[in-house]
């Protein structure tokens, strides 16, 4: 499989070259050159099928080209370990939790996936040279690529946050690993991290004596893997005589997410719609609605980790749907939530149901109660353990809230970290000297 450029100035790369390089030289995003549609088969069969079966033949159909097929099979049993139980909330609404995983968020599979795969690809070049992933988070990619890669030979890893705008839990979980993760403390948003990210990639003197890739959800090895969640839904769906006219609600920061399940609508997946669910930083709703895309500085949140201004995989959506504004509407709506809405979502939804959300799983669901037809089965994806999350939701429910055992194993760690301003020339030089 051959990968491009979103900016169609790069063509032609492999895999291997997508996945090393993270962002193309030409500042856009990779995506393949053919999404290939699964068979009927497949989808008349998928609710027999375990995850990893699932995710298996998901994998196969973007990956398979590129890597044997008994090394694509460890890979994607390797990072699927646990299970993702699809659990009712009321009525026709389901919540499809995405946190099993070893940091109790959903970029755990993108991040053990990605992980695995470019551990797959160093040993194939066996060069001996370390490749150093950069990695923008706002909560929960940084500790899932940190954990994802902790100790993986050949690799280092700089995970880089805004100072300040991310939960003391979300902080513990990749701040007190040490070996091979570097923790970077930026005084600055999510986007300026972001925008450290990006520019490094370009930067010829750090390139020159470092290998750079991302780990964020702009590697097609880290967003791609996502699309596994939609196909398991659907299959418990099917299970339960629930798979007619499903509406899919994702919590949405950079849009990875959402990216991917698209993707598995492309390949056939019988989704009718989706949500994009978003806080106050709206901007992929205002786009909806105006049909102008105007990034602008994000704002600070109850749910942090979609506190983006400035979604990198729009131009992946935009790229799949041909530049085209009435083709992106007719498979995506959106909602957006301010803070207020989002704790009493949270709120009420745990006082009628039982059910705790957290705050991104709160838009989520909130779109859903608002937005579902008549005959629609909604699912939206609750991203993140509550308990991750801990002063804001136990001040919304006036109740304690129980930590994982795995949280309570981070938070008694001890910080390291490194801090920086949001200027190009400081995170640069860190690099050259590090």
């Known amino acids: 499989m051959k990968y491009y450029s979103t900016n169609q100035q790069v063509k032609n790369v492999s895999l291997q070259d997508a996945v090393v390089k993270g962002l193309a030289e030409d500042k856009g995003l990779f995506m393949p050159d053919v999404i290939k549609i699964l068979p009927k088969e497949f989808f008349d069969n998928i609710e027999n099928l375990s995850f990893q079966e699932i995710a298996y033949t998901v994998a196969d159909a973007f990956f398979g080209e590129d890597i044997e097929a008994a090394d694509l099979k460890r890979i994607v049993y390797e990072t699927l370990n646990f299970d993702v139980p699809l659990l009712r909330v009321s009525g026709n609404i389901y919540s499809l939790e995405l946190y099993h995983g070893p940091t109790l968020a959903f970029k ?107 780990a964020n959800s702009i590697n097609v090895a880290r967003f791609l893997p996502q699309a596994f969640y939609y196909f398991y839904a659907y299959a418990q769906l099917k299970k339960l005589g629930k798979a007619q006219d499903v509406v899919v609600s994702v919590p949405s920061g950079n849009f990875g997410n959402i990216t991917a399940g698209l993707f598995g609508k492309r390949m056939g997946l019988p989704v009718k719609r989706f949500i994009a669910a978003n806080n106050r930083n709206d901007i992929f709703c205002q786009y909806l609605e105006t049909g102008e895309y105007n990034p602008r500085p994000s704002v600070a949140t109850l749910a942090n980790a979609m506190d983006v201004g400035d979604p990198s995989n729009y131009a992946r959506v935009l790229d799949l749907y041909g530049h085209s504004y009435e083709a992106v509407k007719a498979d995506i709506g959106g909602a957006t939530y301010n803070d207020s809405q989002i704790a009493e979502t949270l709120k009420t939804c745990y006082e009628t149901t039982g059910y705790l959300l957290d705050p991104h799983g709160a838009c989520g669901y909130r779109a859903l109660q608002e937005g579902l037809q008549k005959g629609e089965t909604g699912v939206f994806l609750e991203t993140a353990h509550p308990a991750k999350f801990l002063e804001t939701v136990e001040k919304i429910i006036g109740k304690k809230v129980e930590i994982p055992l795995p949280l309570q194993a981070f938070m008694k760690g001890t910080k390291q970290s490194v801090e920086l301003s949001k200027e190009f020339a400081d995170f640069k030089g860190f690099l050259l000297n590090f």
């Not at 996936?113 to 040279?129: P, W």
């Not at 513990?172 to 986007?191: M, P, R, S, V, Y």
């Not at 300026?192 to 020159?208: E, G, I």
């Open 108 to 214: 755990d599979v993108g991040a053990r996936f990605m992980s695995r795969l470019l551990g797959y690809f160093i040993k194939k070049e066996n060069s001996g040279e370390t490749v150093n992933v950069l990695v923008a988070t706002s909560g929960d990619t940084g500790s899932a690529v940190a954990n994802g890669f902790l100790g993986v030979e050949g690799i280092r890893v700089f995970v880089l946050y805004p100072k300040g705008l991310v939960s003391p839990i979300q902080e513990c979980q990749f701040t007190t690993l040490g070996k091979n993760i570097t923790a970077i403390e930026i005084d600055g948003t999510f986007d300026d991290c972001q925008r450290l990210v990006k520019t490094a990639f370009l930067d010829a003197d750090l390139n020159a004596k470092m290998k750079l890739t991302s």
